[in-house]
């Protein structure tokens, strides 16, 4: 079951001015930071809220690491903005696997690693209204 917006993915050119941005017009500071070389992205996650389920939302600034990275690719396209929405559940296997039987594609078998230990997956936009959406089971405390 999917219980929360996890984060939302915004693709930048320049990650420490994004972050310095979002630092000094709202007051948010960088919860953790990682280069994560399979998704080609250097990221930062801003913590915004906890939520009731034991989890929390977070903005995910990506900035690419290399040009042929999806993110680099989106940003040569669409020049910087939201990339992607995640929504996060306890069962990213189970949910993937339902989703998957509604006829929507799920880019992985397996889902992969993500920010801060986490397992990911992601829904093919052109399934999804136009919208590039994760599915994100968070590390259990300790586990990262
Ligand atoms: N949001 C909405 N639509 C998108 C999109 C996005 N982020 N990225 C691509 N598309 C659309 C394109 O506009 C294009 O549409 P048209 O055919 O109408 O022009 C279509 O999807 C195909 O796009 P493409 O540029 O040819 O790109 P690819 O097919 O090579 O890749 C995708 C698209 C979704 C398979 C790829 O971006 C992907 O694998 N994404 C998942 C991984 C990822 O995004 N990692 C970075 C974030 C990591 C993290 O969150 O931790
Ligand atoms: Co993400």
Redesign the pocket.
């Known amino acids: 079951m999917l219980t929360r917006i996890d ?1 939302i ?1 915004i ?1 930048c050119f320049d990650l420490d001015r994004t972050v310095e941005f979002y630092r000094s017009t709202y007051g948010f500071e960088v919860f953790h930071s990682e280069v ?1 070389e399979e ?3 250097r ?1 930062a996650m801003l913590k915004i809220n906890d939520t009731g389920d034991g989890g929390a939302s977070y903005l ?1 600034l ?1 900035e690419p690491t290399r040009d042929d ?3 680099a ?2 940003l040569a ?2 020049g910087e903005g939201v ?2 929405i ?1 929504f996060g559940t306890a069962d990213v296997d189970g949910d993937a696997a339902d989703i998957r039987a509604k006829g929507v594609r799920v ?1 992985y078998e397996e889902p992969r690693r ?2 801060m230990g986490s397992r ?1 997956t ?1 829904l ?3 399934d999804c209204g ?3 959406t ?1 599915l994100v089971t968070s590390a259990e405390p300790g586990e990262h």
């Open positions: 984060h993915g693709a994560n998704q080609g992205v990221e995910q990506l990275s999806t993110v690719k989106w396209k669409n990339h992607h995640a880019l993500g920010s990911i992601f093919h936009p052109k136009g919208v590039l994760e």
